[in-house]
């Protein structure tokens, strides 16, 4: 079993900068976990925003968030990392972390095994 939780939303401007942060705890180490990172607002179905691999070699990000956002992780720390840079008002949304205790890593929610409870992430214009 994993527990996850954000933390780091807020409301910032447009072209400003936030960064949240997804703290695990449980049995396992986080290095045995794909780890990403997904988006929702009301009415509409969560996002894959960025995930990254288990020992943080490789990630993968939404189109929408290519070269604004960097996903990190500190295994030692037991924390992951959303940088958001360049920040849009269609950004904002809940920020969820989620986890994914199998080998592959993938970009769907319901590939993933464990969820945090989400952070606010509101960019105003």
């Known amino acids: 079993q994993v527990q996850l939780v954000e933390s780091g939303g807020g409301l910032v401007q447009a072209g400003g900068s936030l960064r949240v942060s997804c703290v695990t705890s449980?049995?396992?180490?986080?290095?045995?976990?794909?780890m990403g990172w997904f988006r929702q607002v009301p009415g509409k179905e969560r996002e894959f925003v960025a995930r990254?691999?288990?020992?943080?070699?490789?990630?993968v990000y939404a189109d929408s968030v290519k070269s604004r956002f960097t996903i990190s992780r500190d295994n030692a720390k037991n924390t992951v990392y959303l940088q958001m840079n360049n920040l849009k008002p269609e950004d904002t949304a809940v920020y969820y972390c989620?986890?994914?205790?199998?080998?592959?890593?993938?970009?769907?929610?319901?590939?993933?095994?464990?969820w945090g409870q989400g952070t606010q992430v509101t960019v105003s214009s």
């Open positions: 990254i691999s288990r020992n943080g070699g490789s990630a």
């Open positions: 989620a986890a994914r205790g199998r080998r592959y890593c993938y970009t769907a929610p319901e590939d993933y095994d464990y």
């Open positions: 449980g049995r396992s180490f986080i290095s045995n976990y794909c």
